[in-house]
T-cell receptor
């Protein structure tokens, strides 16, 4: 158990809908990262927050957005869902945010299926 | 743009044998991570390599980093069935340590 908690574990929704994925980082970690894992694209970095502020953006679509709240939990919002958004979404956390080389711990992931 | 290539992508080994997984990357970076993933599961951190010449070992796995050659290796010694999993290398890109560019993964199957 990495200490990173993600909910829900599984989610099935229809095209065009909107979903929210939630993540609680490990105790003491200030950075939260979101990744997407799909068969065709592999593992991709989406976005990072550090202590409530956005720090880095990767291949995140405009239909997706995220935020980190004062209690450090984070939410990833996916809207206007398409079939191609079906993937495993990971949240990860670490203590620092830049150049520190801290271990990045991954949660169990949220399986999203868009039908 | 940073690209990360792993090879082989599939590896079938017999128990007791040794093998090496290679991870090449295209742009300078001094932070490289190795992760293990079991089917349908999360990514488990194996090693964080931060400097040229870094070598880390845990059990039957040993990882090394050559930043000049832009190459990391994950060496498996005397493989056992429990090592069967997919192994990913990931290279940190830009200022954010979490902006990781992942390789496609090496699916390792260790057979008795």
């Amino acid at each position: 158990d990495s200490g990173v908690t993600q909910t829900p574990k599984h989610l099935i929704t229809a095209t065009g809908q909107r979903v929210t994925l939630r993540c609680s980082p490990r105790s003491g970690d200030l950075s939260v990262y979101w990744y997407q894992q799909s068969l065709d694209q592999g593992l991709q970095f989406l976005i990072q927050y550090y202590n409530g502020e956005e720090r880095a953006k990767g291949n995140i679509l405009e239909r997706f957005s995220a935020q980190q709240f004062p209690d450090l939990h984070s939410e990833l919002n996916l809207s206007s869902l398409e079939l191609g958004d079906s993937a495993l979404y990971f949240c990860a956390s670490s203590v620092g945010w830049s150049f520190s080389g801290n271990t990045i711990y991954f949660g169990e992931g949220s399986w999203l299926t868009v039908v | 743009e940073l690209k990360v290539e792993q090879n082989p992508l599939f590896l079938s080994m017999q128990e007791g044998k040794n093998y090496t997984i290679y991870c090449n990357y295209s742009t300078t970076s001094d932070r490289l991570y190795w992760y293990r993933q079991d089917p349908g599961k999360s990514l488990e951190s194996l090693f964080v390599l931060l400097s040229n010449g870094a070598v880390k070992q845990e059990g039957r796995l040993m990882a090394s980093l050559d930043t000049k050659a832009r190459l990391s290796t994950l060496h498996i010694t005397a493989a056992v069935h429990d090592l069967s999993a997919t192994y990913f290398c990931a290279v940190a890109y830009g200022g954010s340590q979490g902006n990781l560019i992942f390789g496609k993964g090496t699916k390792l199957s260790v057979k008795p």
